[in-house]
């Protein structure tokens, strides 16, 4: 059995605070990804593309969307190829208008709860090639393992496990609600071929043998979504060597370039082209960047003679507009806060004044010899912890890199 996994399409993601272009080619970009792997899964002659959840991002579902995924579901079945779409947290079975609804054509087998489901792939002559097992979410916030519900597998072909679940294990899981939680322990003696999982967005193997996959996210949606996006092409027909190819498909990435060699910038111009000297950099190291578009964050951090400019929402939206053409981007947000004066700190540290007194505080509490006695917790504002051990590790942590940061705020007047 040969098939195409997919996960976590979140169709019509409403996208909101962002440009309406912007968010328009986002939702249309999440399309073009799916299309993509219709296309992979009828080029690659596949006998079936599995969908593992999250499939629509929400309730609402767009008449373009209905009609996209009905016409793409044609395509499939004008080549003989089976769809099985076990349904997850964002898009359960039990809603009023979900994807249960729509006029499927009968290649498709959309499996809503968690009622187990066992679905016969064939080639297009009818010839069986395995099974695909799956089940669903009937609501948004599945507690039970499903996985434990699903039947143990015959041996006479291939089986694939297809799911949305959060494995514990998983990288990224944290992230994630805990919904449908399972043990990648059991996932491994379950005794099927290949786990096709959704719900943690970070593509990753779990284990190799079975092979045990997060497809992740089919198109990037948000910053913390970055680097290549796609579909796996899995191929079980050698059931002791089972291959799974990773095949980039997202027409939109999400990067975020951070530029730092600023102390001698002192101009728009000159800070455009070291933002674009780094991003250029960066995309020559990394494969895979060619015909897509960018969704880019420059982060602006260390001493630069701009600093205080670079405070003001209105030149940083100037600059975040003019990177955008100059980088060729779908977007660019520039996030500054971590910019601060081109200072010998070491001077000020030395200074009987109130930015002295602050560093060398900082410079205390970063060595552990102060006690924090005389900070009210009351004022430390989403601490909450009875600890003092704990919190004063916590201003540590705080105080890092701050010296920079310390003195920008005492020395812009604008600063509140
Ligand atoms: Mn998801």
Same mark, same amino acid.
């Given at each position: ?82 769809? +099985?779409? $076990?349904? !997850?947290?964002?898009? %359960?079975?039990? &809603? @009023?208008?979900?994807? *249960?609804? /729509?006029?499927? #054509? ?25 099974? +695909?097992? $799956?089940? !669903?979410?009937?609501? %948004?916030?599945? &507690? @039970?393992?499903?996985? *434990?519900? /699903?039947?143990? #597998? ?263």
């Amino acid at each position: 059995m040969r098939f195409v996994h997919v996960a976590d399409v979140h169709l019509d993601t409403p996208f909101t605070g962002r440009s309406d272009a912007v968010r328009r080619r986002l939702r249309d970009a999440s399309r073009e990804a799916f299309r993509r792997a219709v296309d992979l899964a009828i080029r690659e002659e596949v006998h079936a593309l599995l969908i593992a959840g999250d499939l629509f991002d929400g309730d609402r579902l767009s008449f373009t969307t209905e009609r996209f995924l009905l016409e793409q579901a044609g395509r499939l079945a004008d080549h003989g190829i089976t769809v +099985v779409y $076990a349904t !997850g947290n964002h898009d %359960p079975g039990s &809603s @009023d208008t979900g994807p *249960r609804l /729509l006029d499927w #054509p009968s290649n498709v087998h959309v499996v809503g709860d968690a009622t187990p489901s066992k679905v016969l792939v064939t080639t297009r002559s009818g010839e069986a090639v395995g099974y +695909v097992n $799956a089940i !669903g979410h009937a609501g %948004p916030s599945e &507690s @039970d393992d499903l996985s *434990r519900a /699903l039947p143990r #597998p015959a041996a006479d072909l291939p089986e694939v496990g297809l799911l949305h679940t959060q494995v514990h294990s998983s990288v990224g899981s944290a992230d994630h609600h805990p919904y449908a939680p399972s043990e990648l322990t059991y996932l491994l003696r379950a005794g099927y071929d290949y786990w096709a999982l959704g719900h943690v967005h970070l593509r990753q193997e779990l284990a190799d043998d079975p092979p045990i996959w997060y497809a992740g996210s089919l198109q990037g949606r948000t910053h913390a979504e970055r680097g290549e996006r796609g579909a796996l092409l899995v191929d079980l027909t050698d059931r002791s060597g089972p291959t799974v190819a990773f095949r980039p498909l997202a027409p939109v990435r999400w990067e975020t370039v951070t530029v730092d060699r600023l102390d001698s910038v002192s101009s728009l111009d000159e800070l455009e082209r070291q933002v674009q000297v780094a991003w250029e950099n960066q995309r020559s190291s990394e494969s895979g960047a060619a015909d897509v578009e960018w969704m880019v964050r420059v982060v602006l951090t260390g001493p630069c003679p701009l600093w205080g400019t670079l405070r003001g929402d209105e030149d940083r939206d100037l600059l975040a507009s003019e990177l955008r053409e100059i980088l060729g981007a779908l977007e660019v947000t520039v996030l500054s806060e971590g910019v601060h004066p081109v200072l010998a700190l070491d001077d000020h540290r030395e200074r009987v004044d109130v930015l002295g007194e602050a560093l060398r505080l900082a410079a205390a509490v970063r060595a552990g010899d102060t006690p924090l006695k005389n900070l009210d917790p009351a004022d430390l504002v989403g601490i909450v912890t009875d600890e003092p051990a704990s919190l004063a590790r916590y201003v540590r942590e705080l105080l890092e890199d701050a010296d920079g940061e310390i003195a920008a705020h005492l020395l812009d007047p604008q600063s509140s």
